[in-house]
């Protein structure tokens, strides 16, 4: 059995560059790759949020999930994606980890541009302090 990897997307390029990492360690040694994508927003937070900006990060989350799965599912190896929602992504990521009781996350070095890259960044410093396992930063 190999490692147990969590792969944190966005649908950004450094995010997809941290899904292919991941892919490729479940094609050379196997590893058990779960993706999670985080939407940004807590619904209890923003309730008077519109619901169609709710649905649209929800929907980008979702897409960037299927985009990664389809580079799996065309190598025919099998994954397991989730999708969470959250006003701190990085806190859903390490609680997941923690749970699920991973070996490795990998995530990219910063994700989509203007405010989302301060976020994603963000995101990827605070995994890197406090993962409950190793962290693979993909640049």
Same mark, same amino acid.
């Given at each position: ?20 990492? !991941? %892919?490729?360690? @479940? ?9 999670? @994508? ?16 709710? =649905?649209? %990060?929800? +929907? ?7 985009? !990664? ?17 959250? %006003?701190?992504?990085? +806190? ?14 990998? =995530? ?10 301060? %976020? ?10 406090? @993962?409950?396992?190793?962290? =693979?930063?993909?640049?």
């Amino acid at each position: 059995m190999g490692q147990k990897i969590l792969v944190a997307t966005d649908g950004s390029d450094h995010a997809m560059k941290a899904v292919r990492k !991941a %892919l490729e360690l @479940a094609e050379k040694e196997g590893a058990d790759v779960s993706i999670i @994508a985080v939407a940004y927003y807590a619904k209890d937070v923003f309730d008077e949020m519109p619901l169609d900006i709710q =649905l649209r %990060l929800e +929907n980008q989350a979702q897409d960037a999930l299927d985009k !990664a799965k389809a580079l799996f599912e065309e190598k025919g190896i099998s994954v397991k994606t989730y999708l969470e929602a959250g %006003l701190v992504p990085a +806190n859903n990521i390490l609680r997941f980890a923690q749970e699920q009781k991973f070996d490795l996350i990998i =995530l990219g070095s910063t994700g989509i541009t203007g405010f989302m890259r301060t %976020l994603i960044g963000s995101t990827a410093a605070k995994v890197v302090s406090q @993962a409950p396992c190793s962290v =693979l930063v993909v640049r």
